[in-house]
């Protein structure tokens, strides 16, 4: 059982490159969540898709977007990198939209922007 | 408002029993969770509490008092395995849910 799947695991960018972090689950959830995770921080929320065709701006959106054409897939793209981007990005998803039951994380992808 | 606050490290004894505290201040509250995060790894879920008192569920046990906005996890029979972080979260009144920066716990043999 693969979970949410993450890709890549860990990548080093030139600033001002593009970039899209795969994120991809295999649950049926129907909400997921995009977190960037930095040292002395707690997980802040990017952006959020509470079901498939559907997106919205989480606390630190500026700089990245996100899409959900299907239940499954939630790539994440940084348009034009920037070195405050560095950070340790997590995918995850939940059953339902602000679900209290839990979530279910990725393993995360280390981006460095250079 | 976002404030949570948790302490940044903890150190304890195999063996021994731990409290990590919590706390928070919201206007619109639907619940506290409990995740645990190995280092270089994604958090897991822990707990979930969103009536006032103790949920127990093995080793790790979690209390909420709403009024109080608190909340501890308190670890038991601490195994090296436990070196964590630990990280606490509130559901506000969009269920979104805010993070504290968690707490390192260092088990010491």
């Known amino acids: 059982i693969a979970g949410i799947t993450q890709a890549p695991t860990s990548q080093i960018l030139a600033a001002g490159r593009r970039m899209t972090l795969r994120c991809t689950q295999d649950m049926r959830h129907n909400a997921m969540y995009w977190y960037r995770q930095d040292l002395g921080l707690g997980l802040r929320l990017i952006h959020y898709s509470n079901t498939a065709g559907t997106t919205g701006k989480g606390e630190v959106p500026d700089g990245y977007s996100v899409s959900r054409a299907n239940t499954d897939d939630f790539p994440l793209t940084l348009a034009s990198a920037v070195p405050s981007q560095t950070s340790v990005y997590f995918c995850?998803?939940?059953?339902?939209?602000?679900?209290?039951?839990?979530?279910?994380f990725g393993e995360g992808s280390r981006l460095t922007v250079l | 408002g976002q404030n949570i606050d948790q302490p940044t490290e903890m150190t304890a004894t195999e063996g021994a029993i731990v409290q990590i505290n919590c706390t928070y201040q919201t206007s619109g509250f639907n619940g506290l969770f409990w995740y645990q995060q190995h280092a270089g790894e994604a958090p897991t879920f822990l707990s979930y509490?969103?009536l006032d008192g103790l949920e127990e569920k093995g080793r790790f046990s979690s209390f909420l008092s709403r009024s109080k906005g608190y909340s501890y996890l308190l670890l038991k029979e601490l195994q090296m395995k436990d070196s964590a972080s630990y990280l606490c979260?509130?559901?506000?009144?969009?269920?979104?849910?805010?993070w504290g920066a968690g707490t390192k716990l260092i088990i010491k043999p």
């Open positions: 979260a509130y559901m506000d009144s969009n269920y979104q849910l805010i």
């Open positions: 509490n969103v």
């Open positions: 995850a998803s939940s059953a339902l939209p602000g679900s209290t039951g839990e979530l279910f």
